[in-house]
């Protein structure tokens, strides 16, 4: 089965969707999934391509979820490894159906478009948990590859976007520039605002605020008449992100006072941040061990600030789930670049491909004939839920 999947894995890295795009990549996972017996819904959840597919057991048992993920980055193709996620999930999902007539429950494949938030079914995997897709499902996890050690789990930064527009005045930018009311400038100001603001953030909450200005202006003599900057707000507190928000709206509005402009923001619902569980950690930890797979301390990976976000967390926050992150590279090259997107399609993406796929697997059959192991994991994750 490798050689497929392996197949698959490069044949999705050489030919990069974005996301709500990638109709060719999700339709070569559901085509493999029906050829192994699973009955797949495709498209599923009112998103093109995005699935859901399932193989039942012996009778009835606990749901375990595993997702995949396969569009890709503008510029850089498959910068962030999904082509190795998305068939990493596949190969997990097809081996333990080999053994589904001897297991209780059932195992689901779903396929979730975007999360990397292009389109409309940008982080999928929010409106799902949000939607109730979740909701029959014991327990839920993905892969995701990495540079350097590999984590059994790490922490993700709970994020919302900041859309900002200034309505001005053209006018000529030599002859008659008091004529005219300058969006641009109002663009420049929130951004050194908003800079000026940084070391005012909370430490201890990882804040992160990230942004560029989309538009200024169409020609150097014109004075813009519009301006539209686009920033993202993180942190690992999920309570912060509103004040996070409010700092660069309010640098927007003083901005628009001090130019005389219009301004209107438009504000995404976000990400959270995730919700860990110890008794995932020591599941993975032990499937990597069994398979003579290094990673990194739990308490080393517990203790780095996070640095990244994802739409998986959201559903950590609906039944328990891990994220493992497979190390294919060494420190020196950076995700979500070229470098990266090759890197996938290396020996040492294939073997990510292989430990990603098994370790899931064994999980799920551990997870589906250990009741008193998933009635631990459910446990924590009501506590830490509440």
């Not at 707000?233 to 999920?238: G, T, Y």
């Not at 008794?279 to 069994?290: A, R, W």
């Amino acid at each position: 089965m490798f050689p497929r999947l392996k197949e698959l894995k490069d044949d999705i890295g050489a030919n990069p969707e974005l996301g709500s795009e990638e109709y060719r990549s999700s339709k070569l996972l559901v085509e493999e999934l029906r050829a192994h017996g699973f009955k797949v819904e495709y498209p599923f959840f009112g998103m093109d391509t995005a699935f859901k597919a399932v193989v039942k057991g012996k009778g009835k048992g606990p749901v375990v979820a595993i997702l995949c993920e396969y569009d890709a980055l503008p510029g850089v193709g498959h910068g962030c490894g999904h082509n190795i996620i998305g068939t990493a999930g596949l190969g997990a999902g097809i081996a333990v159906s080999k053994v589904m007539k001897g297991l209780p429950g059932e195992l689901w494949v779903v396929g979730t478009p975007a999360e990397e938030g292009h389109g409309p079914s940008g982080g999928a995997k929010v409106r799902m948990a949000r939607g109730g897709v979740f909701d029959k499902v014991a327990v839920s996890f993905m892969v995701h590859p990495c540079t350097g050690p590999t984590q059994v789990s790490g922490n993700f930064l709970a994020v919302r976007g900041v859309g900002i527009e200034f309505k001005g005045k053209t006018s000529h930018a030599a002859a008659d520039p008091h004529e005219g009311v300058n969006a641009l400038n109002a663009a420049v100001l929130t951004y050194m605002a908003v800079h000026a603001n940084r070391q005012q953030l909370r430490r201890d909450a990882n804040a992160v605020v990230h942004g560029i200005i989309k538009e200024g202006g169409l020609a150097s003599n014109i004075i813009p008449d519009k301006a539209v900057l686009q920033f993202g707000v993180r942190s690992s507190d999920d309570k912060y992100v509103p004040t996070l928000v409010e700092m660069v709206q309010n640098s927007a509005r003083g901005a628009a006072v001090a130019t005389g402009c219009e301004v209107t923001f438009t504000v995404s619902d976000g990400l959270k941040s995730n919700l860990r569980n110890d008794g995932l950690e020591n599941l993975f930890g032990s499937m990597f061990k069994e398979l003579g797979w290094e990673y990194e301390d739990p308490v080393k990976t517990a203790i780095r600030p996070p640095g990244g976000s994802t739409d998986f967390a959201d559903v950590s926050h609906v039944v328990p789930g891990i994220h493992p992150m497979i190390g294919i590279h060494g420190q020196d090259i950076a995700m979500h670049s070229r470098d990266f997107a090759a890197a996938s399609l290396t020996p040492e993406g294939d073997k990510g491909l292989e430990v990603g796929a098994k370790s899931m697997a064994m999980a799920a059959v551990e997870l589906l004939t250990r009741p008193e192991l998933l009635a631990e994991i459910r446990k924590e994750f009501e506590g830490k839920r509440l």
